[in-house]
């Protein structure tokens, strides 16, 4: 059985906006690890977590069992999940993902969305 991915909803726009920066090496590594499997194999299956995911391993916010910045990416997951109609558990292909987001999340959706993320002076250069 493959392995699937496994996303916290916010980090579909993380990824869209990704230019190579972020917390640590580690999690730039890591990052970009996730984004070339995903570019390398589009029907490759996504699971959507509200919780730790993939991206989260490489984290230095990720204290093992819990992110210190919960509060903060929940409240990111739960727009991102009523904008695309998504929930906990779906299973999804990372093709019908990427084409979800690119309709769905415009520029001022994503404005919306993120604008009070710390990273969002990097992402909305680039959206």
């Not at 991102?80 to 999340?105: A, F």
């Amino acid at each position: 059985m493959k392995k699937l991915i496994e996303l916290r909803p916010h980090h579909l726009l993380c990824i869209k906006n990704f230019i190579g920066e972020g917390y640590s090496k580690e999690f730039v590594e890591n990052m970009s690890y996730v984004i070339r499997t995903l570019e390398g194999n589009s029907e490759k299956l996504i699971k959507i977590k509200v919780d730790l995911d993939d991206i989260c391993s490489k984290c230095p916010e990720n204290k093992n069992t819990f992110c210190n910045s919960e509060e903060k990416v929940s409240t990111l997951d739960k727009k991102v999940m009523e904008s695309l109609d998504i929930h906990h558990g779906d299973e999804i292909s990372w093709s019908d993902l990427k084409t979800k987001v690119s309709q769905i999340i415009t520029p001022e959706k994503f404005e919306q969305i993120c604008n009070h993320c710390s990273w969002y002076y990097i992402c909305g250069n680039k959206k």
